[in-house]
């Protein structure tokens, strides 16, 4: 912890070093008065050396000023011991929480001056101490012996940004430091300024409008970077960011407030409830029939398993009467929503073969659990933090991708090598294999100028206006084009 301070140093202020002097009596002499410093903190610096050394803590005391200006005329530093307790409490109270008594009313100080235009010179100097000095194992922990460098909040705040737990960070630079003792500061520093730094951000900038002006700048580097800012209600945001195209299908739960807004902010939308939900909602409302076998299979047919709206109105109407439910408002509440569930009446809705909002769910998991708790209120970071977790589903994507192309060029190899036709190229695995992977192939042809026409093939599959088969054949044999 000493050679953090510089001490050692054999030429400050004039004086060379004496080996057989102390490291004490070295500071104290070039702390005695008349002594010709640089700047107060320059002097601050040097008396937490000598105080480190010496066994006690400073703090900054009082400082006059140049009469009608602004400017230090004289600063004093004194011992963290100086001064007494303020007595707030009565004689006849006992207060509930008694703190430690660290003043002792210690008159040990540092005051250095100048003259108007001129330097720095130490004015005063008192030695004495009315208390005990601290254990030379202790002294690193005195708040005057504690800072945390520029270097090192550079480091902490290179492995924060990486993700690492501020523990870890600092586990590891003092196992670097060779014990804490050699680090420089405490733990509780550094979670004091990080936490500072939060609090100032979002203060002086404010949280959202740091988040806003986020979102300008990665637009500016990013053209294809979309963001909108809803002020209004009137305003459209999301309809806009979708190019005015409105969804083919919405999955909510029964809430009367969605449905509302829904039907009439997406007119055109299939609004859909999500059938886990109505399954979990329905045995506080059905009561006996929950244990029924013969009214869950009914039920289950209902939703699921009928192929026409007729054969709905048959099943419901067979439920109804079989089991007296004529009066039962939770059913006649959901037959009337009968639409917005049961399978048969979205058949020719796209709904990408999903039946309740579980996919959405998951997702909003994942999410949860990027926005940690560190960074729950700090929306810019959130944002971060969830398009970082994007980028890694891309980056599995684009690696399933490449592991898709294989697949079906040894899948199509297999078929040439035993003389079969390919009669359903749909057939062959292709676990995430994306269209994307197929517009890059025909792009890298189309710049070759050698795009080919239609396959003869008894069964093509077209893909976004190009011939599967072809695709396959020509990955196949890539010395086909050259």
């Not at 003043?103 to 100048?114: N, S």
């Not at 076998?293 to 054969?311: A, Q, R, Y």
Request: proline share 2%; net charge neutral.
């Amino acid at each position: 912890m000493i050679s953090q301070f510089g001490l050692g140093d054999s030429s400050l202020s004039g004086h060379a070093k004496v080996p057989s002097l102390s490291i004490v009596e070295e500071l104290k002499i070039r702390l005695g008065v008349g002594q010709v410093m640089k700047s107060t903190e320059d002097t601050y610096l040097l008396y937490c050396k000598y105080a480190h050394a010496k066994g006690f803590g400073v703090k900054k005391g009082d400082q006059r000023y140049f009469t009608g200006t602004k400017e230090i005329q004289a600063k004093e530093f004194e011992c963290s011991c100086q001064g007494t307790k303020d007595e707030k409490c009565s004689n006849d109270r006992v207060p509930v929480y008694q703190k430690l008594i660290t003043r002792t009313g210690c008159k040990a100080r540092l005051r250095v001056g100048r003259e108007k235009g001129g330097e720095w010179k130490v004015t005063r100097f008192v030695l004495e101490h009315n208390h005990e000095m601290i254990a030379a194992g202790q002294t690193h922990l005195l708040r005057s012996s504690r800072n945390i460098s520029h270097a090192q909040k550079s480091t902490i705040q290179a492995l924060v940004n990486a993700k690492i737990p501020l523990a870890s960070v600092l586990s590891y630079m003092e196992d670097e430091a060779q014990g804490s003792e050699h680090l420089g500061f405490i733990r509780k520093d550094a979670y004091d300024h990080f936490c500072h730094i939060k609090k100032c951000t979002k203060i002086e900038n404010g949280d959202a409008s740091e988040l806003l002006q986020h979102f300008v700048n990665k637009s500016n580097d990013e053209p294809l970077f979309y963001w909108n800012m809803q002020v209004d209600d009137d305003n459209r945001t999301f309809l806009k960011s979708m190019g005015g195209k409105q969804p083919e299908t919405i999955f909510t739960d029964q809430c009367q407030a969605m449905m509302n807004a829904i039907d009439t902010v997406f007119p055109c939308a299939h609004h859909r409830l999500c059938q886990w939900h109505i399954n979990q909602n329905a045995p506080s409302h059905l009561g006996s029939m929950n244990n029924n076998s013969g009214f869950k299979k009914l039920w289950n047919e209902c939703m699921h398993h009928c192929d026409s709206e007729e054969e709905f109105e048959v099943t419901w109407k067979k439920m109804i009467d079989d089991y007296n439910l004529d009066g039962h408002n939770w059913l006649k509440g959901m037959y009337n929503l009968r639409r917005r569930w049961s399978t048969p009446f979205s058949n020719n809705k796209f709904s990408a073969g999903l039946l309740a909002t579980s996919r959405s769910e998951g997702t909003n998991s994942i999410l949860k659990k990027a926005a940690h708790e560190e960074t729950r209120n700090m929306l810019t970071e959130s944002f971060n933090s969830v398009a970082e977790k994007t980028i890694t589903w891309l980056e599995n994507l684009s690696i399933k991708d490449i592991i898709a192309c294989n697949d079906l060029i040894s899948s199509e190899r297999n078929n040439q090598s035993t003389e079969e036709p390919l009669r359903n190229p749909l057939s062959i695995k292709s676990r995430g294999i994306t269209n994307a992977c197929i517009q890059r192939h025909w792009d890298e042809k189309s710049k070759k100028g050698k795009r080919k026409g239609k396959v003869e093939t008894s069964n093509p599959i077209d893909v976004n206006g190009y011939v599967w088969k072809d695709f396959l054949h020509e990955k196949a044999n890539p010395g086909d084009d050259e």
